[in-house]
């Protein structure tokens, strides 16, 4: 299908933060825009505000004078629908209300010519229920940029029950020429990011209810372990805890309160005494002026007597670490085992979603100490560990001395299942799951929407393949056995790779 021409006029409505940077990006791909708003000078104010931000670019001799004076031309604030007759799209970028939203599509379709394309940008209505009382909801498709829209590449492309094939090819085609990296997706609650992200947020929020790690550690794990670009407290303090707890508790209660998908009691508290995050100047951190970000917790420098680190069996994901361990000069010697390692007094091994201290009291191995993920262990600057209650000190003491002898910084946190990125990939991959076996969109589309739209370092799904295909059952079975929830309940096309020994992507 090919992209609308650029002789095809564009109308966005709303020229709120959203609506004013799709205008712009409308107008930089060369359309015609018209921008309006139902605010008196709303709409010039939009105008302005996209002005300013180029503005910027071309005193930094990132953009040329004529071209922002040419897109600036191309961009023109109206007052009355009528005005908008001539667009061959419109995307609407008002206020989230399905009857707001309905009753302005309803006047659209007596305005527009019956060829044009109408798109919603809706976060969390249905592109369904929205189309369900045009005339032709055939032509209604969901049009989803992120925030700010010129420099988020993803937009999610939402096909309501009714949405026409052609109609939601045409909208996809058109944002590949628009410089973004578009998917398709079903429209149901939380489109695809909106929902698959869910336990970035939870379980961290989680983990620190469970007094796991405080937050300055999760989040640093997150970033220097994960590989993430931000840590969930950093993020949602910059989402803002309103928007982030209304947007976990409608995609709960859309999901008919499915636990998965259930709101923290921590973030609540938050929203309730107003620290909204960054907006408000105090959320997980304190924004005021001058304040500290409080370090995480690191394990101090320990030295160890052992100078041998013997890897007993295939180490599986590990083999990278024990590569970089190789290079730092540490001696090392292989024999045939359960897949550990040993060095000094501790018996270290990958999470696999038990408890340190259940593990080590199946597996008879009182000084285990286990290993968090990492995206990429020839990288990690740090590394999750947790200790078997049963543990003798000596034990943690070891397991630090080996990772500090690569340059990893250590943060020993409490023993939960999972510890935390393997915890925080295993239930975003269950998630990825489920939303692909529902149809809500393509495996290659749900990774693509979670690296564009979230600077995921790799989408779910092919973190998983990458890890082997049972892994990820296996410590989701596991965590859903330690807590006897519901909400661990691993995903079918998981427990399905399992077996066929595939994974999603072979
Ligand atoms: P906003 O509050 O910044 O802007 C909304 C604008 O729409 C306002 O200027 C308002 O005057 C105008 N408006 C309201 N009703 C109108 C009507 N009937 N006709 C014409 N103009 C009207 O809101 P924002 O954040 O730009 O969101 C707009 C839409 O985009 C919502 O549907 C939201 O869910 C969605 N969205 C928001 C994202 C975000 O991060 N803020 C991300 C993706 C989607």
């Not at 007094?211 to 640093?220: G, H, K, N, P, V």
């Not at 670490?321 to 045939?336: F, H, M």
Request: proline share 4%; charged share 20%.
């Amino acid at each position: 299908m090919q992209p609308l021409t650029t002789d095809i006029s564009v109308a966005v409505i709303g020229a709120g933060a959203m609506g004013s940077g799709i205008a712009q990006v409308a107008a930089q791909a060369g359309h015609r825009v018209f921008l309006l708003d139902q605010r008196e000078g709303a709409a010039e104010a939009g105008r302005q505000s996209i002005a300013s931000q180029l503005q910027r670019r071309v005193d930094k001799g990132k953009m040329e004078q004529a071209s922002l004076d040419a897109l600036l031309a191309r961009i023109e604030p109206v007052n009355e629908l009528n005005e908008l007759a001539g667009a061959g799209l419109v995307i609407e970028a008002i206020v989230e209300d399905l009857e707001i939203k309905r009753s302005l599509l309803a006047n659209l379709e007596e305005v527009c010519d019956d060829s044009a394309i109408l798109a919603t940008n809706t976060s969390s209505i249905s592109v369904t229920a929205l189309g369900a009382r045009m005339k032709h909801p055939g032509r209604l498709v969901g049009m989803h940029f992120f925030n700010p829209a010129p420099l988020m590449a993803l937009v999610e492309v939402i096909k309501g029950l009714a949405t026409s094939d052609e109609i939601a090819q045409s909208v996809y085609a058109t944002a590949a020429q628009w410089g973004k990296k578009p998917v398709t997706a079903t429209s149901t609650p939380g489109f695809i990011v909106n929902r698959v992200a869910r336990p970035f947020y939870a379980e961290s929020l989680r983990l620190l209810q469970e007094q796991a790690a405080d937050s300055a550690t999760l989040d640093a794990i997150l970033r220097e372990a994960g590989g993430f670009r931000m840590g969930a407290f950093e993020l949602t303090d910059l989402i803002g805890h309103d928007v982030n707890y209304a947007v976990t508790s409608s995609v709960f209660n859309s999901y008919y309160q499915d636990t998965r998908f259930l709101p923290s009691l921590v973030q609540k508290e938050l929203v309730e005494a107003g620290r909204l995050g960054r907006k408000s100047g105090q959320g997980f951190y304190s924004y005021a002026e001058g304040a500290q970000k409080p370090e995480p917790v690191t394990a101090a420098a320990v030295s160890s007597e052992a100078s041998t680190l013997v890897v007993e069996g295939n180490p599986g994901p590990l083999a990278a670490l024990i590569a970089r361990l190789k290079e730092s000069g540490l001696n090392i010697i292989e024999r045939d085992g359960p897949g550990r390692l040993r060095f000094g007094e501790a018996v270290l091994a990958l999470t696999d979603g038990r408890m340190a201290t259940e593990r080590a009291t199946a597996e008879a191995c009182n000084n285990l100490v286990l290993l968090d993920l990492a995206f990429d262990y020839a990288k990690a600057s740090r590394l999750a560990i947790a200790a078997a209650d049963q543990a003798p000190l000596q034990a943690v003491a070891d397991a630090c001395a080996l990772l500090q002898r690569a340059g990893i910084a250590v943060s020993q946190v409490a023993d939960r299942p999972g510890l935390v990125i393997m915890r925080t990939l295993a239930t975003l991959a269950n998630e990825a799951a489920d939303a692909a076996l529902h149809g809500v969109a393509s495996v290659s589309d749900i990774d693509l929407a979670m690296k564009a739209g979230l600077n995921y370092p790799e989408g779910p799904l092919r973190w998983s393949d990458n890890l082997g295909f049972s892994l990820v059952h296996r410590v989701l079975t596991n965590i859903q056995q330690s807590y006897g929830e519901d909400r661990y309940r691993p995903a079918l096309l998981l427990r399905k790779n399992r077996f066929a020994e595939k994974g999603f992507y072979s």
